[in-house]
């Protein structure tokens, strides 16, 4: 069965976590603990490499505070983020509660990171969003360098990074794009036939990579709203079915260790590797437009050959090759043979010439014509109509001697 196309305002709903994710750079949630009121945030990866050595060798309830006071972004409306000594006072307080509220903290933090996994799946299609593109154009860069809420360092998560390498990777084609369209504008009167052959190309890729991504964002609308099963591989579905349970049940202490292990000795979580998947998926794009790219400069310059342009010179056609071109051109634009006409115009001698301006008096109007007001004599005619040295010494013969005898600045002065 094939599923109807979705629009971008339907598919908005299920980019609330990834949104998120991009600015502040965090889920949170919050909870009220006796009087206090805590709010808990998903953590990123410098917050697990904190955790990793801080809980080192420790597990189950020692553990599990750590992981609780390192979430724990707002207290009691209080900002506490970047607050170390904050940090260490939440931790002990953690130790000192019963084990089922810190497995309570604890199964908070667990449904957070849970919707981090769930948004990094779909983050590959949030990316071909319009939405996606405006706030990169927007707020792009200011993002990346902004403080959040009280912390020094920024929030550098699994979506966040993938949004960040594909914008800058997107941005690189539009300009590749835009370079390459102005290449075909200054060729085209050159190589009509061959330009046409691969705009004709050119439109048919765009029209494919428009369509992979829009197949991308439909499948991922259907598969978050539950319409279609996800695309994974049995391992995954039953890792999947564990990782997905009721968000307030704490793992095991075996689960625990699992996860603690898998930190320390550096290997991948899964929305790790889904977006490694996607990276992967975009690099070999930009390697695809690479060899593509190199073959339209290779059929552009072709088409310039075809058309006894030699190399990338588009040197004036002469001969037969130059009419044939003025032909074509004229065919292509009939209005040419309006504008242009046989006789050549020149302005000099409108200026100058058209009015005939008498030597004598001369005054330029406000269209810059040269005008005279009077008749010169005609002693004035014949001075200026002679030619100029027929009689008397050359111009280089008086160049010379005034050289001979100008005064010479190679030898000083006696004393």
């Not at 939440?90 to 084990?99: F, L, Q, W």
């Not at 699994?158 to 102005?182: C, G």
């Not at 992979?212 to 391992?235: C, F, W």
């Amino acid at each position: 069965m094939q599923l109807p196309k979705t629009t971008s305002e339907q598919r908005a709903t299920i980019y609330d976590d990834v949104k998120s994710l991009v600015t502040p750079g965090f889920l949170a949630h919050s909870v009220e603990v006796g009087e206090a009121r805590f709010s808990l945030r998903s953590l990123d990866q410098a917050d697990w490499f904190l955790l990793t050595h801080r809980a080192q060798g420790l597990f189950d309830k020692a553990w599990q505070s750590w992981a609780v006071a390192s979430s724990v972004w707002m207290v009691n409306g209080m900002v506490v983020m970047g607050d170390e000594e904050a940090l260490y006072e939440i931790h002990e307080m953690c130790r000192r509660m019963p084990r089922t509220v810190v497995e309570t903290l604890y199964s908070i933090l667990n449904g957070l990171m849970r919707r981090v996994s769930a948004a990094a799946e779909i983050a590959e299609a949030f990316l071909y969003e319009d939405e996606s593109r405006s706030l990169w154009r927007s707020e792009g860069p200011p993002i990346l360098d902004r403080n959040v809420v009280g912390r020094v360092a920024r929030f550098f998560n699994p979506v966040i990074s993938l949004w960040t390498f594909y914008n800058q990777m997107e941005d690189k084609r539009e300009h590749d794009e835009h370079d390459w369209a102005i290449a075909k504008f200054v060729v085209g009167p050159h190589a009509p036939k061959g330009i046409k052959k691969i705009s004709a190309k050119d439109k048919q890729r765009d029209t494919d990579l428009r369509k992979r991504r829009e197949d991308v964002m439909h499948r991922a609308y259907y598969e978050a709203t539950g319409a279609i099963p996800k695309s994974r591989d049995e391992k995954d579905k039953v890792r999947s079915k564990r990782r997905f349970q009721d968000v307030v049940m704490a793992e095991t202490n075996e689960e625990l260790q699992d996860v603690m292990r898998r930190w320390v000795d550096g290997k991948k979580d899964d929305h790790d590797r889904v977006v490694d998947g996607v990276k992967a998926k975009i690099k070999h794009d930009v390697e695809t437009r690479h060899e593509q790219a190199r073959q339209r400069r290779v059929a552009m310059a072709k088409a310039l050959e075809e058309e006894g342009v030699i190399g990338t010179r588009m040197v004036p056609l002469t001969g037969d090759a130059g009419r044939k071109f003025i032909e074509r051109m004229k065919a292509r634009m009939p209005g040419t043979s309006r504008v242009v006409d046989d006789h050549t115009h020149n302005s000099a001698y409108e200026k100058y010439i058209k009015n005939n301006p008498e030597v004598g008096d001369l005054w330029v109007d406000e269209n810059g014509n040269v005008m005279s007001e009077r008749a010169s004599t005609p002693e004035m005619l014949e001075v200026m109509r002679k030619p100029l040295n027929v009689e008397g010494e050359s111009l280089q013969h008086k160049i010379e001697q005034r050289r001979m005898t100008a005064p010479s600045f190679e030898e000083g002065e006696e004393d």
